[in-house]
């Protein structure tokens, strides 16, 4: 073999191993891309169900605590009916900020969270019509002194405990922050 043929053989063996080179740059970035893409992507779902999940808890507490002030209303002789209804206008406001919560988790996920707030959602409305009967009937009787409405409204509230707890554990599951 002559030295001009084996500077070809020779060139051609180069520019093979920098493209093969290259290629394995290549395809390796692209690998790290896609890994950083991945973590990118499963940061900001985390994120978002932080967000949904802590939306979701701060606004059934601020339900809550609206339901018990109106029951403290009602439970006071010197309340009157347009505080009544003031204070109806104000769960009203929390009655639409938790259903908001509750959307955003069924859109921020998993299945699990989703299922878990819509128990919930099941539950605080059932004591939403507790309540909401316990409104209609003390301005019908001019007093909010009903006992029979009163049980009912703490059976709701008891019964929607369980389903919160529950939605917890599926958002701290859905969180990775479970403890065994």
Same mark, same amino acid.
């Given at each position: 073999m002559d030295a001009s043929v084996a500077g070809v053989v020779g060139a051609a063996i180069g520019v093979l191993g920098a493209v093969a080179g290259g290629w394995v740059s290549v395809v =390796?970035? =692209?690998r790290q891309q896609q890994r950083q893409l991945h973590a990118e992507r499963a940061s900001r779902r985390e994120d978002a169900r *932080? @967000? &949904?999940?802590?939306a979701l808890i701060a606004s059934t507490k601020l339900l809550s605590a609206s339901w018990w002030r109106f029951s403290d209303l009602a439970w006071d002789e010197q309340s009157t009916? @347009? +505080?009544? *209804?003031a204070s109806f206008a104000e769960l009203h406001e929390a009655w639409v900020q938790f259903s908001t919560a509750v959307a955003a988790v069924a859109v921020a996920g998993p299945v699990a969270a989703a299922e878990a707030a819509e128990e919930l959602r099941v539950a605080m409305y059932d004591w939403e019509m507790a309540g909401m009967d316990w409104f209609s009937a003390a301005l019908r009787e001019g007093? =909010?002194?009903?006992?029979e409405y009163a049980e009912r409204f703490k059976e709701a509230w008891q019964a929607k405990r369980a389903p919160d707890r529950a939605f917890q554990h %599926? &958002?701290? +599951? %859905?969180?990775g922050t479970e403890e065994p």
């Open positions: =390796g970035q =692209g *932080r @967000e &949904a999940y802590g009916p @347009e +505080q009544w *209804r007093h =909010g002194q009903l006992p %599926a &958002a701290r +599951q %859905a969180l």
